[in-house]
């Protein structure tokens, strides 16, 4: 039975990916690299930040990595206001709290942009365990970040429930032993099917809700 629901953070819990597409196309601009709307798509992917700045600008030392998800981060912040949460959301979190079930957070992002988000979306009570990119050695897909929610929770894998929206999210939580389900906020949930989602969802909306707890029950 499962006992407990692991979040990814970043297109499941908040509709932030057209703010960090505008953020990280601005901040490459100011480094004099410009990318087209299909190559910012490998953001999408639940990647570290060090892993995506790796990729559009090559082998950086660890103090250009720093400075320049610093610079990044900021162009985030100056759209924060139009980051929303995923319809339904506040309410599962609450019908999780009535169940008596452990909900945490597994996401690749920054510790600091993590409890940042969680703060001022008056998120930051509703989790008992919260793992970031800055937690673990290696991103998605590798089961790291779900491996170390897991441990923190007091649950083996198999009593634990993922959601992410990323394929490589849901490669990390197959890896890792648990049961995935896709939140397809994209449009790509046959690609999450694929990947080894269970089912795929548009939001946490009632129907949604009764889908996940009914997995929840068996």
């Given at each position: ?54 990729h559009f ?89 779900y491996e ?71």
């Amino acid at each position: 039975m499962i006992e407990g629901i692991v979040f990814d953070m970043d297109g499941v819990l908040i509709d932030s990916h057209p703010i960090h597409r505008r953020a990280w196309r601005k901040f490459l601009a100011t480094v004099g690299t410009n990318v087209g709307e299909e190559e910012l798509g490998f953001i999408l992917e639940g990647r570290r930040r060090e892993e995506i700045l790796r990729h559009f600008l090559g082998d950086l030392p660890d103090s250009k990595i720093a400075e320049y998800g610093h610079q990044k981060d900021q162009f985030f912040e100056e759209h924060f206001g139009d980051v929303r949460l995923i319809p339904g959301v506040r309410q599962f979190l609450e019908t999780l709290e009535v169940a008596g079930l452990k909900a945490a957070i597994a996401t690749s992002a920054s510790s600091v942009r993590t409890w940042g988000t969680l703060r001022r979306l008056e998120l930051d009570k509703k989790f008992t365990t919260v793992v970031t990119g800055d937690d673990v050695d290696a991103g998605k897909p590798d089961p790291a970040v779900y491996e170390l929610a897991s441990k923190r929770m007091n649950l083996i894998p198999q009593k634990l429930l993922v959601l992410e929206d990323a394929l490589c999210g849901v490669q990390a939580a197959k890896s890792a032993g648990m049961r995935c389900v896709g939140v397809s906020t994209n449009g790509r949930a046959e690609m999450l099917r694929q990947c080894g989602a269970e089912f795929v969802i548009p939001d946490f909306l009632d129907e949604s809700i009764e889908k996940l707890l009914q997995l929840t029950r068996h």
